[in-house]
């Protein structure tokens, strides 16, 4: 008899945390360094990452559904989550191909359920569609003091000449963010073997290091490979 040739593993990482802690800097830094050590893989984000899925992003950032509520937004973020999982992040996962996303599922855990109020049930039959199956293997959460994070974001506004007018959840109250923030680390302590939890407030290129500590740990096919 023939034997079925090895399925190739490839893992699915996303990143976490309120706005401007630094996940889409560290999102890009992971990819290099995992393309660096010849692993095949892309980058994403949520929502979004499909033309459907950023059709939603823009109809929701805009505000365009704030009236509708959070449990209506919680079923408009799962409706572009289903498409981006089975257009882009499950074939991705198949051929081999590494896929890092930032944000995913748990950002509708802690926006529209813990700190939106809507019911867990709720969230969680949303997540049996959206994902599919698709959990992630490893949620990096970046965990910082919002006020700092508001100073790196105002300030590079003000270095790109640029007026700090913000998306829709962008300006909520800095309180609302301080329970944003105890939502994710809620969510990490809630689910030890997927989360790990690192501090966003060090230079750049320490928590690039930081992560990528992090990643190669995690993933035994990373130890040992030479640097390409
Ligand atoms: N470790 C860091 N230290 C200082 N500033 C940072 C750091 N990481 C990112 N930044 C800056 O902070 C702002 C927000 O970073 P970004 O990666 O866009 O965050 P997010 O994707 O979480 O909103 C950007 O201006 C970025 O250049
Ligand atoms: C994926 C997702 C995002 N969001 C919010 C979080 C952000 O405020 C916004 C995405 O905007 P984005 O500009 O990507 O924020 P950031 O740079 O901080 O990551 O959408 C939800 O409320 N629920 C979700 O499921």
Redesign the pocket.
Known sequence: MLEEPEAKRARFITFE?G???????QVKRLLQNLQNYSIEAVRTREPGGTAKAEAIRSFILQGRSESWGAGAEAVLFAAARLDHVTQLIAPNLRNGTWVIS?RFHDSTRAYQGLTGGVDDKLIAGLEVLALDGNTPDLTIVLDMDPEIAFK??AQ?AIEDGLALTGDRFEKEEIEWHKRLREGFLQIARDNPERCVVIS?E???DV?EATIWEAVSERFPELQGRADA
């Open positions: 945390g706005e401007g802690v630094g996940k889409s800097t930032d790196r974001v590079r966003a060090q230079a750049e928590l």
